[in-house]
C-alpha cells in the first residue's frame, strides 16, 4: 500500500466524544489527504496537507481539524464526534504524480 | 468494505467479455483523470491516468478514453477477470494528482463466471 498505514483501523466511540485518526507514510511525500467514503458519496475531500504546518479545508471540513507536525504523519481530529462523521476515513499520499490511499480506519459513532 | 457498493449502479460482465466502464466528469477546467478500483475492505487502487492533451491511453488490459467535448471518460478492461470485481471511480483535478482531486460515485462491476 506504497508506505501509507493508519491507525486505528477500527473504532466505536460515542457522540460528543474527541476522536483522533493517524495516518503515517514512509514515502517522505509531501501532499497527504484525508477523505470520507460513506454510500452513495463516493470519496471526498475533507483536508489535505502540502507540508508540514500547512494545511487546506476540503469540501466536507465541518467538524474536523488535521495538523501535520512532521512529513510523515497527518493527523484528522473529531473535535466532538457525532454520528454524522460515522463513516470509512481514507488517507492517501501524492507523489509522482499519482495518489496512494491507505488501508482505511471504519469509525462508528454511537 | 462492502458497503461502498451500495447503492451504485452495477455492470455486470460475462467473464472473458470486455467491460466498458462510463463517467461523466463536472469540471471543463481539469486537465487530469484517474480510474481507480476498489476492493471490498480495501482502500483505492490506481488503475490508469490520463491528462487533457490526450485522448487515449493504455495499460497492461485496460484502455481510458477521454473525449473533454462531452466531458466523458471511460475504462476499458479486455478479457474481464474475476478478480477484476469491485467498485470503480473516475477521479479529475485541475494540474495533477498533487492537487485535490474530485471524485464520481462509483460503479460496481460484477464478473459472473
Known amino acids: 500500500d506504497a508506505g501509507i498505514t493508519q491507525s486505528p483501523r477500527h473504532k466505536v466511540t460515542e457522540t460528543g466524544t474527541p476522536v483522533t485518526l493517524r495516518c503515517h507514510q514512509t514515502e517522505n511525500h509531501r501532499y497527504m489527504y484525508w477523505y470520507r467514503q460513506d454510500p452513495g458519496h463516493g470519496l471526498r475531500l475533507i483536508h489535505y496537507s502540502y507540508g508540514v504546518k500547512d494545511t487546506d479545508k476540503g469540501e466536507v471540513s465541518d467538524g474536523y481539524s488535521v495538523s501535520r507536525s512532521k512529513t510523515e504523519d497527518f493527523l484528522l481530529t473529531l473535535e466532538s464526534a457525532t454520528s454524522s462523521q460515522t463513516s470509512v476515513y481514507f488517507c492517501a499520499i501524492a507523489g509522482n504524480n499519482e495518489q496512494f490511499f491507505g488501508p482505511g480506519t471504519r469509525l462508528t459513532v454511537l | 468494505g462492502e458497503s461502498v457498493g451500495l447503492h451504485l449502479p452495477t455492470l455486470s460482465v460475462q467473464e472473458g467479455d470486455n467491460s466498458i466502464i462510463n463517467c461523466a466528469y463536472s469540471n471543463s477546467a481539469s486537465d487530469y483523470f484517474i480510474w481507480y478500483k476498489q476492493e471490498s475492505g480495501k482502500g483505492p487502487q490506481f488503475i490508469i491516468d490520463?491528462?487533457?492533451?490526450?485522448d487515449k491511453r493504455q495499460g497492461q488490459r485496460v484502455t481510458v478514453l477521454l473525449n473533454k467535448t462531452v466531458k466523458h471518460l471511460s475504462l476499458q478492461i479486455a478479457a474481464t477477470q474475476p478478480g477484476d470485481s469491485a467498485v470503480y471511480f473516475c477521479a479529475e483535478s485541475y494540474t495533477g494528482a498533487n492537487s485535490k482531486l474530485t471524485f464520481g460515485k462509483g460503479i460496481t462491476l460484477s464478473v459472473r463466471p
Open positions: 490520463i491528462r487533457s492533451n490526450m
